[in-house]
């Protein structure tokens, strides 16, 4: 057994409820940075690297999400993974702002980027894939100004997604105006997101 494959086997996970997924205890070199629906993502101590670990009821998702990361391996726009197993993912630490950390902490989001990703997002077209699940937590911008998108899970699936559809025209519609406010509070932002998921927010579409 590695020692990826122990950091994986240390996390003990709480029963399954709806929402992120939570857990009770995971190994001293792993320091949590993010959780999901289906996973759990930590640093690895002393490394730029990631381990996303899935719980039994998500293992599916981890062995789909490697493998679509190494149809993505040659596109410097997303993280490269190192190593991966039945229950976890191991990748780059990306560093940086997520655009909705953008959005709250007050950082430029600059049109071009919105581009960028458009740009991006083609490129897995090409590839034979579905982008699919975009938000603002899965797509960071670098200190050096790069774009930068995690959680391609969902890229494989048939249905279509409009979902970054929606986010770019509610920034060409909204955030581009001088009446928008430079920071949004987390809770606003949270909000607006579950409205959203929930089809109460009246989407205008070209």
């Known amino acids: 057994m590695n020692k990826y494959s122990v950091y994986a086997e240390s996390i003990e ?7 992120s997924i939570q857990f009770y205890k995971h190994h001293p070199d792993l320091k949590l940075i993010g959780t999901g629906r289906s996973a759990c993502a930590f640093r690895i101590r002393d490394t730029d690297k990631v381990i996303k670990i899935f719980p039994p009821q998500f293992e599916h998702v981890a062995q789909e999400e490697a493998e679509i990361y190494r149809v993505l391996e040659n596109t410097d726009y997303f993280p490269t993974i190192y190593e991966s197993g039945s229950n976890y993912i191991v990748m780059d630490f990306i ?10 902490k007050g950082v430029p989001i600059d049109s071009e980027k919105i581009k960028e990703i ?8 090409q590839k034979g894939l579905n982008p699919s699940d975009i938000h603002l937590r899965n797509i960071f911008l670098t200190p050096a100004s790069e774009i930068k998108l995690i959680d391609v899970a969902r890229f494989k699936q048939k249905k279509q997604c409009s979902q970054w559809d929606d986010l770019k025209n509610a920034y060409y519609r909204y955030y581009l105006k001088p009446y928008f406010p430079r920071k949004i509070p987390s809770f606003l932002l949270n909000l607006i997101a579950a409205l959203y998921k929930s089809h109460l927010i009246p989407i205008p579409r070209k």
């Open 13 to 19: 996970f709480k029963p399954s409820r709806k929402g």
């Open 95 to 104: 560093e940086g702002h997520t655009l909705f950390e953008c959005l709250n």
């Open 118 to 125: 458009d740009i991006v997002l083609e490129l897995a077209r």
